[in-house]
């Protein structure tokens, strides 16, 4: 039941802060940068430690990422598309939402509060937004037919510290 709840919670927030933050990455303006190691973690803090993670591919969501030692990833299907939850023993865990249409506010400016700039993800193009009043992050990329969202709380952070960075250095679509 904690799952499901877990499940449906992650699926409101990513809702919520990808329409409040998903664009294009030509669209995107620069931003002054947030006050937070996670949306702008230096490339030496974000590749290493992932090699030895477990590997979880999702063959409906045509994506592999790495994820930390000890956490749970429960794949389930949302209603745009399947929805990973990588699920740690303390602390927020990571949701990761495939959808075959643009996600919410696609393309849209950026709301007050917000943090966005551009990123590649897996060698896709996208963008990474800190939403500073719900202290979310959320990156969102465009595949080939599909979107990839990846969110985490920053409120209540996870171990290994800087698991998101991780998690997204380690993502490639398939």
Not at 47 to 66: E, I, K, M, Q
Not at 100 to 121: D, E, I, M
Not at 169 to 174: L, V
Request: glycine fraction near 10%; charged fraction near 15%; include cysteine.
């Amino acid at each position: 039941m904690r799952i499901r709840l877990l499940a449906g919670a992650s699926l409101l927030v990513l809702a919520v802060t990808a329409a409040a933050c998903a664009r294009p990455p030509e669209a995107a303006a620069p931003a002054t940068p947030a006050p937070s190691s996670t949306l702008a973690a230096p490339a030496s803090t974000a590749a290493p430690a992932v090699t030895g993670w477990p590997v979880f591919t999702s063959a409906a969501g045509r994506f592999r990422l790495r994820y930390p030692p000890g956490w749970r990833a429960k794949e389930s299907s949302g209603s745009g598309g399947p929805v990973l939850s990588l699920l740690p023993p303390r602390g927020a865990g990571i949701s990761v939402l495939v959808t075959f249409t643009p996600p919410p506010g696609w393309g849209a400016a950026s709301p007050p509060n917000t943090a966005c700039r551009p990123v590649q993800v897996g060698g896709l193009r996208g963008s990474r937004c800190l939403d500073t009043l719900s202290m979310v992050v959320t990156t969102t990329a465009q595949g080939h037919e599909r979107w990839y969202v990846l969110a985490t709380s920053l409120r209540r952070p996870a171990a290994p510290a800087g698991a998101y960075d991780r998690v997204l250095a380690s993502f490639q679509p398939r």
